[in-house]
């Protein structure tokens, strides 16, 4: 039944072009009229998927998928290993200490579980001081990108009384002999008008065992109100490095100056013409990674006492493959590469000679890379669409790989594989996707399929493992991911083909992924749904407005949907170095008003649509997927469902507790499941 909503319409110029929006109302979060409307969409879903009888068998099996330990990678810090670990269904992974890895005695640091009997309440950042007998620690509360830092004494295991507030992903650069560290955050709340809570933001120092309000403050400009900035230490401990950069843009700026010293930083590099970041130091040589005339990375080698362009020496120049992480050890760098979206690991000399590629399996993520410069070790976690993460350790001095985990939860890759292909998009262009199912599948032209994608902002989809998702291709579904311009897949290039007036070009090589998979005999139009969140999410529901008879079910994620007012909330105006800016540019409004979601619905049959989206995030705001199901339940002239999931004490995705994460993949599968009609 077609739920009516209620409209106020308002009516706005944009250079000349009048644009409806009716469903503006629907920003209001706090509305007595938002609230009802809400509620009702909530009864409307859960109404709809609560009748379907095998949701509860689903939802056993999902959680008996996500019950297997989780490790995540070690660092060594002081006499002891640290790390994550969850033990299948905590709701969020426990921080644990062992003076060995192979030591059963393990010794929890901090067991987030205890904070909050709800577990939305997650530790999101861990910075230990030299010695590591103090560590730095954030809390996040309901999936929210703010962050409050505590500090612990390692040998006691007691906090200090004070808390630094008002940060968001914040860097954390201890001195070298623990008296304190800087950090940036925003201002505090009321200071400033609300719309500028995300911007000014500051270096400041922190000393130990003061209150926050003696904080000292190190940098700020104020003549840019966009700019943030992190701290790091040199290797030495010799140097403060300043970074900073607006929002989102893959650009970044690089200054320095003495750790001794007061002076106004020196800058390195700050012509805003590329990315740069400092990986470490040999006492005057800064190493810094840079896409500067590579838009695949390079790393380079500074003299701070000769800084000038001129005088930069290249030690590994650009390959065909892209860095993905680059870390610096020692005499050593540790950098993984992506070729094709996968990875492969490289070790090489501060020189930029090749020492080895170190042996791992092929289609691959490399997820982490954790190196220490006394043992001589580097841990790397790496996963598949196959396999749960996998750390290993390599030994540099005997080039040793041994590994310290490996889960028996995943796939048998004896009956289930991972290929990829090679498609056409619009423009001839190749475009790598990953197709995972079982093997000796007949095609048949009607397998159930789930597509996925992303497409924006430099991100890479990677092989990565799913509980959800294994379940999905052990019930006879196949899963492909579709490595679609936007994302870092080929570096810098590959992303900057998906930007601005480009964006269409994102939606053509998806929706051609789907052509594909047609074509080819995996599926038909019946049985292939798509699925895609936040950038994601404004991907496949701009490619169901574009083709809704190419679909059977689409799963929109936390989306982005309203490109003409995103720049409005929160911090959607650090996204304008992606989309544009309807507002300010003309050339801007007239690609964004093409393909923005919520401005391209019409009167038609559109495929079963679940749009999911948190009460608490503070990143892509809910009104983004209220409007878009206002106006897509209005416009649907057929029988197929439109739904609003909303889930409360959440946000954008981090942190979320493993309850809610299976409560809500038990929605979304069971809504695949009927639309694809995979139930028995």
């Given at each position: 039944m077609k739920m009516e909503t209620e409209k106020t319409i308002v009516v706005d110029n944009y250079h000349g072009t009048k644009v409806k929006d009716p469903f503006r109302w629907l920003e209001d979060a706090n509305s007595s009229d938002t609230k009802k409307w809400t509620e009702q969409q909530q009864e409307k879903t859960r109404t709809y998927i609560n009748a379907i009888p095998q949701r509860e068998a689903l939802k056993e099996r999902l959680t008996n998928r996500w019950n297997y330990e989780k490790y995540f990678i070690p660092q060594k810090k002081g006499k002891y290993y640290y790390y994550h670990k969850n033990n299948g269904l905590q709701n969020q992974p426990v921080f644990y200490r062992s003076k060995s890895l192979s030591d059963?005695?393990?010794?929890?640091?901090?067991?987030?579980?205890?904070?909050?009997?709800?577990?939305?309440?997650?530790?999101?950042?861990?910075?230990?001081?030299?010695?590591?007998?103090?560590?730095?620690?954030?809390?996040?509360?309901?999936?929210?990108?703010?962050?409050?830092?505590?500090?612990?004494?390692?040998?006691?295991?007691?906090?200090?009384?004070?808390?630094?507030?008002?940060?968001?992903?914040?860097?954390?650069?201890?001195?070298?002999?623990?008296?304190g560290f800087y950090y940036s955050r925003f201002p505090e709340p009321g200071s400033v008008a609300p719309e500028d809570e995300s911007n000014y933001n500051r270096l400041y120092f922190h000393t130990l065992n003061t209150p926050q309000s003696e904080d000292k403050l190190v940098h700020e400009r104020t003549d840019d109100k966009e700019l943030a900035f992190n701290a790091t230490l040199s290797d030495d401990y010799c140097f403060l490095i300043l970074e900073s950069w607006k929002g989102t843009e893959n650009v970044s700026r690089l200054y320095y100056r003495p750790i001794d010293s007061e002076i106004e930083f020196i800058p390195l590099a700050i012509e805003e013409d590329a990315y740069y970041s400092f990986l470490g130091n040999v006492n005057n040589v800064f190493y810094v990674y840079t896409n500067k005339d590579a838009p695949n990375g390079k790393i380079i080698a500074i003299d701070v006492e000769n800084p000038e362009k001129e005088q930069w020496k290249e030690i590994i120049p650009e390959h065909q493959d892209v860095m993905y992480i680059t870390k610096m050890t020692g005499d050593y760098f540790a950098i993984s590469y992506m070729r094709h979206a996968s990875h492969h690991l490289n070790l090489f000399s501060l020189e930029g000679a090749l020492i080895k590629t170190i042996e791992l399996p092929n289609m691959i993520t490399i997820t982490d890379i954790s190196t220490n410069k006394k043992q001589q070790e580097i841990f790397i976690s790496y996963s598949s669409y196959l396999s749960p993460a996998t750390i290993v350790r390599y030994d540099i001095k005997t080039g040793d790989l041994d590994t310290i985990f490996a889960s028996q939860k995943g796939l048998d890759s004896s009956l289930f594989e991972t290929t990829q292909v090679f498609y056409p998009s619009t423009d001839g262009t190749k475009i790598p996707m990953f197709i995972t199912h079982k093997k000796g599948i007949e095609l048949s032209g009607n397998h159930p399929v789930l597509l996925h994608g992303y497409g924006g902002f430099n991100i890479s989809l990677t092989p990565t493992y799913s509980a959800s998702n294994a379940t999905f291709i052990e019930d006879g579904g196949i899963f492909a991911v579709a490595n679609i311009r936007g994302g870092g897949e080929y570096g810098e290039a590959w992303h900057q083909a998906g930007t601005f007036n480009r964006k269409q070009q994102v939606f053509d090589d998806f929706i051609a992924a789907g052509e594909w998979l047609i074509q080819h005999d995996y599926t038909n139009p019946s049985k292939l749904a798509?699925?895609?969140?936040?950038?994601?999410?404004?991907?496949?529901?701009?490619?169901?407005?574009?083709?809704?008879?190419?679909?059977?079910?689409?799963?929109?994620?936390?989306?982005?949907?309203?490109?003409?007012?995103?720049?409005?909330?929160?911090?959607?105006?650090?996204?304008?170095?992606?989309?544009?800016n309807a507002d300010k540019n003309t050339e801007h409004f007239?690609?964004?008003?093409?393909?923005?979601?919520?401005?391209?619905?019409?009167?038609?049959?559109?495929?079963?649509?679940?749009?999911?989206?948190?009460?608490?995030?503070?990143?892509?705001?809910?009104?983004?997927?209220?409007?878009?199901?206002?106006?897509?339940?209005?416009?649907?002239?057929?029988?197929?469902?439109?739904?609003?999931?909303?889930?409360?004490?959440?946000?954008?995705?981090?942190g979320k507790p493993i309850v809610k994460i299976i409560e809500e993949h038990t929605d979304m599968y069971t809504f695949l499941y009927k639309c694809l009609k995979l139930f028995k």
């Open positions: 059963s005695l393990q010794e929890i640091v901090i067991n987030p579980n205890k904070l909050n009997p709800e577990g939305t309440t997650a530790l999101t950042n861990i910075t230990f001081n030299k010695d590591g007998n103090l560590m730095a620690y954030a809390i996040s509360e309901n999936g929210s990108d703010w962050q409050e830092f505590k500090i612990r004494n390692m040998d006691t295991g007691i906090d200090y009384p004070e808390k630094i507030s008002w940060c968001k992903f914040s860097t954390i650069a201890w001195l070298e002999n623990g008296s798509i699925i895609g969140g936040s950038n994601g999410g404004l991907l496949v529901s701009a490619c169901m407005n574009q083709r809704p008879e190419l679909f059977a079910a689409i799963i929109c994620q936390v989306p982005v949907i309203d490109m003409l007012r995103y720049q409005h909330f929160t911090v959607g105006r650090f996204w304008t170095s992606e989309f544009g007239k690609a964004i008003y093409a393909y923005s979601p919520l401005h391209n619905i019409t009167k038609q049959r559109y495929p079963a649509t679940l749009v999911t989206t948190a009460d608490s995030d503070d990143r892509v705001v809910p009104l983004h997927s209220y409007k878009y199901v206002a106006t897509l339940q209005e416009a649907q002239e057929g029988e197929a469902p439109i739904l609003l999931r909303i889930e409360k004490d959440a946000g954008h995705g981090l």
